[in-house]
C-alpha cells in the first residue's frame, strides 16, 4: 500500500458560458460537478486494482499512482454525466484499457458512435474523429479533450481543393479517406477507412475513381483493382517514416518475427510485410494468429495495448509517436468531462452533405 499523498493538480476552470452547450444538456448534466481528489491513497489503489492489473505489463507501477486517480474521477464521472468514451488504437493503455467504453479503428468507432445512446461523448483521438462522431450524433454533445489534436492527412487538403479535382476530372466519383476535415466530406460521394478502402472504390462501379488523401493508401488499393486510382498527395507522418530498409534490417536482427504494416505505409513496406491491414485488422491478426514474435508497423502506443491482452507474444517495437494522438492525456479527459469543454461542432451549411458521405460508406454490406 502506498500511503502518501499523491496530488495530481489540474488547470483551473473557466466558466462555462451560457449557450448552446448549457442549454442542450439536461437536468443535472449543465451542473458542474464538485472536483474530484486527485491524490493517490489506500482507496483509490484498491478501486483501481482490477484496471492496474490489465496494463501493468506495459504502464510502469512508478507511474500508476500518476494515473489512477484520474482513472477513478473520470469513470466516476462518466456515469454522472450520462457519457461514453470513445478511443483510437492508437492512446496510451491508461486511456485505452483504464477508462474507454469503446475502443477501436476510425470505422469502428463512426459505427459505434453512430449507435451511442449516450448524452455526452467524449473523443480520444484526433479532431476529424471527433467530427466524424458529431455529424453522425447531431443531437448529442461531443467533447475533444484537446482540439488542437489535428492529422497531417486532414491538413493536407482542403474542400476547395476537392471542387478543383471536380472540374479536372468531370464525372469521376471521389473517395475520401475519413482521415479528412467536415469540410472535405462535404465535397465527396464516399468516405473509406484503411479497411473498407478497396470495397467502396469498387462499389462505386466506375472505371476512375479519385482518391484522397492519402497516396500511399491510394497506391496499396490500386495494386488490388483494375479501377484506376487518381490519388491527392497527402501522407501520414507516422506512416510515411517506415521504410523498407528498416524493415529488412529487423527481419534480418530478429529471426522469425512476423511484420505487420499499416496500408498508411509506402508500397514498399506493404510488400515486404507478411500482413497489411487496418489497425483493427492487425489487432485481430495478432489475436487470432498469436506469433511469436510480431513487429507493428504503425503508431508504437498500439502494440502496448495489444501486448497488454497478449501476454504470450513477444512485441518488437519500431517506435514511431504520433504527436496529435499524444495530446490526449488523462488530465484532459477530466478537463473536457468535469467542465464541458472544447465541445467539437460542424458548420450546419456542411453537415448534411457531410453526413451524407460517411453514412454512405457505414451503409454499405
Not at 311 to 323: D, I, K, Q, T, Y
Not at 332 to 344: C, G
Request: glycine letters at 4%; a neutral charge.
Amino acid at each position: 500500500m502506498h500511503d502518501t499523498a499523491h496530488t495530481n493538480a489540474l488547470p483551473t476552470p473557466a466558466p462555462i458560458p451560457a449557450g448552446a452547450l448549457a442549454s442542450r444538456l439536461a437536468g443535472g448534466h449543465s451542473r458542474t460537478p464538485a472536483m474530484p481528489s486527485l491524490a493517490w491513497t489506500p482507496e483509490v489503489e484498491r478501486a483501481t486494482a482490477r484496471l492496474y492489473d490489465k496494463v501493468k505489463s506495459v504502464v510502469p507501477s512508478v507511474e500508476w499512482p500518476f494515473h489512477a486517480p484520474y482513472v477513478k474521477a473520470i469513470n466516476e464521472l462518466k456515469r454522472e454525466r450520462n457519457a461514453v468514451i470513445l478511443a483510437h488504437n492508437y492512446q496510451t493503455p491508461e486511456i485505452y484499457h483504464c477508462v474507454a467504453d469503446v475502443v477501436g479503428d476510425s470505422l469502428q468507432l463512426a459505427r459505434l458512435a453512430a449507435k451511442s445512446s449516450a448524452d455526452i461523448i467524449v473523443q480520444a483521438g484526433v479532431h476529424f474523429m471527433a467530427e466524424t462522431s458529431k455529424l453522425l450524433n447531431p443531437e448529442k454533445t461531443v467533447l475533444i479533450p484537446d482540439s488542437r489534436a489535428g492529422c497531417s492527412l486532414a491538413a493536407s487538403i482542403t474542400g476547395a481543393d476537392v471542387r478543383l479535382l471536380r472540374k479536372r476530372y468531370p464525372g469521376v466519383p471521389v473517395v475520401a479517406y475519413v482521415n479528412t476535415s467536415a469540410e472535405v466530406k462535404a465535397e465527396v460521394d464516399i468516405c473509406c477507412t484503411s479497411s473498407n478502402a478497396l470495397k467502396v472504390v469498387e462499389s462505386l462501379g466506375s472505371d476512375r475513381v479519385i482518391f484522397l488523401p492519402d497516396r500511399y493508401l491510394a497506391q496499396n488499393v490500386a495494386a488490388q483493382t483494375q479501377v484506376k486510382i487518381i490519388a491527392w498527395h497527402g501522407a501520414c507522418e507516422v506512416h510515411e517514416r517506415f521504410t523498407a530498409t528498416e524493415l529488412e534490417r529487423y527481419r534480418a536482427d530478429e529471426p522469425g518475427v512476423e511484420i505487420i504494416a499499416h496500408p498508411e505505409c509506402p508500397p514498399e513496406v506493404i510488400d515486404i510485410a507478411d500482413f497489411s491491414g487496418s489497425t483493427a485488422a492487425m489487432v485481430d491478426y495478432v489475436k487470432t494468429r498469436k506469433p511469436r514474435r510480431v513487429l507493428l508497423v504503425t503508431e508504437c502506443s498500439m502494440a502496448d495495448n495489444v501486448a497488454a491482452e497478449t501476454p504470450e507474444v513477444e512485441f518488437v517495437r519500431p517506435c514511431n509517436l504520433c504527436p496529435h494522438m499524444k495530446r490526449i492525456t488523462l488530465p484532459k479527459i477530466l478537463d473536457s468531462l468535469l467542465y464541458l469543454r472544447e465541445e467539437v461542432t460542424v458548420d450546419p451549411a456542411l453537415a448534411e452533405r457531410a453526413r451524407r458521405s460517411v453514412q454512405r460508406m457505414i451503409d454499405l454490406p
